[in-house]
């Protein structure tokens, strides 16, 4: 079966556009988390959703990011007018049961420059 | 905050030799620990998952130990072979509060195993 895709693998965008990463966990995976890697550091974890509720959003960085899940599947992290400390890569991963307590399984992720 | 801390940060080791890796944990109340393994370009693996109440879990050449009271694990690679080059990454669940799903990770330790 499929595993955890992420799209684009890559994006180069200018300071101050707007950019659109998504996520397609795999099939019936309720838990969804989004997660930032920073060149040399582990992931930092950025938001989770359980279905479309987005039960925890802690870890976004700045009101320029926002995530949305809203048929409890696809996931998109929005990131409006980038700044150049946004590039990262940024990870997406799925769990089967509520909560997440269980194995999650990571996506490619998207490698984001902002020039 | 739980913050973890991975020792070494990098390693080079010929073909053969059997090594250790570290990771320390502040909070103690975990509900369980992940080790990872990252390849350049592509999402992370999982490896070995320990629960609280376990004290060490083995997969083929690999072996994890979790001493949960003093804050440490432990991966051990047996007879390391040059395709076990990788980022290995360390990562806890907490037990309690609103952020139970998320992972909270070291920086990892990059492995280097040459012929």
């Known amino acids: 079966g499929a595993g955890v895709s992420q799209s684009p693998r890559y994006k180069v965008a200018k300071r101050g556009q707007d950019v659109a990463l998504r996520c397609d966990p795999i099939s019936g995976h309720v838990s969804l988390f989004w997660y930032q890697q920073a060149l040399g550091q582990g992931p930092e974890f950025l938001t989770y959703?359980?279905?479309?509720?987005?039960?925890?959003k802690s870890g976004l960085p700045s009101d320029r990011f926002f995530a949305e899940r809203p048929e409890g599947s696809v996931s998109t992290l929005k990131i409006q007018r980038t700044q150049q400390e946004d590039s990262a890569v940024y990870l997406c991963?799925?769990?089967?049961?509520?909560?997440?307590?269980?194995?999650?399984?990571f996506g490619p992720g998207t490698r984001l420059t902002v020039l | 905050k739980q913050e973890v801390t991975q020792i070494p940060a990098a390693l080079s080791v010929p073909e053969g030799e059997n090594l250790v890796l570290n990771c320390s944990f502040t909070d103690s109340a975990i509900y369980n620990l992940q080790w990872f393994r990252q390849d350049p370009g592509k999402g992370l693996t999982s490896l070995l998952l320990i629960q609280s109440s376990q004290r060490e879990q083995t997969s083929g050449r690999l072996n994890a130990s979790l001493d949960k009271s003093s804050g440490r694990s432990t991966l051990y690679i047996a007879a390391s072979q040059p395709g076990d080059s990788a980022t290995y990454l360390c990562a806890v669940r907490r037990n309690r509060g609103s952020t139970l799903g998320r992972l909270y990770f070291g920086r990892g330790t990059q492995l280097t195993v040459w012929p």
């Open positions: 991963a799925s769990s089967l049961p509520s909560g997440g307590l269980d194995t999650q399984y």
């Open positions: 959703f359980q279905n479309e509720a987005q039960l925890d």
